[in-house]
């Protein structure tokens, strides 16, 4: 996978709804493939393609799946570009909600943040619910303000629940680059 911000092009992950399948529909097939391959112990994905169309990069415990990453640009292949990410965006917090109940928001203004939001801070995360799926969470992750990209992580459920937290977490790499993990 080439690192979305190398390339200098907008990108979408399942090739931006070409076809007949639309942005909502995508959302729900990525969570779909998320709680099937990463979320049960021993069964992650072969190589760094989670579905069609969409990466899986292995970060140690963590898993990510970039949903969309946006050049700053303005005009109507900009608006048209975001409007489709957002879409997608939707599309995983509904399937994730239909599937677990309201998600919860990870509290990215601690004063003593653990590694993971220490990581996801360091990468300009300004938003990320989570979801509980068996002892994993889905993290739904936006960066950038205006948004310029977002991700889905798939991590151990101590890395943001209040009621259950692990007490060691160790550095994290959040990056999207390939060789980084």
Not at 40 to 52: I, S
Not at 70 to 99: K, M, N, Q, S, Y
């Amino acid at each position: 996978m080439s690192t979305p911000g190398v390339t200098g092009a907008d990108w979408l992950a399942g090739g931006a709804g070409i076809g007949h399948e639309g942005m909502l529909a995508i959302g729900a097939r990525i969570v779909t493939a998320a709680e099937t391959l990463l979320v049960p112990p021993a069964a992650p994905p072969v190589g760094d393609v989670l579905c069609d169309g969409v990466p899986v990069l292995s970060r140690g415990e963590a898993w990510i799946v970039p949903l969309a990453w946006r050049r700053p640009t303005l005009g109507p292949a900009g608006d048209e570009h975001r409007r489709r990410a957002g879409e997608l965006w939707r599309g995983i917090r509904v399937d994730c909600e239909f599937r677990h109940g309201n998600g919860l928001s990870v509290d990215l203004e601690s004063a003593s943040p653990n590694a993971y939001v220490a990581a996801l801070l360091a990468q300009g995360a300004r938003r990320a619910d989570w979801w509980g799926s068996d002892r994993k969470a889905l993290v739904l992750v936006t960066q950038g303000e205006p948004v310029t990209a977002s991700a889905l992580h798939v991590v151990p459920l101590g890395w943001v629940s209040q009621v259950s937290p692990s007490r060691r977490i160790r550095a994290v790499d959040l990056s999207w680059e390939p060789a980084s993990g």
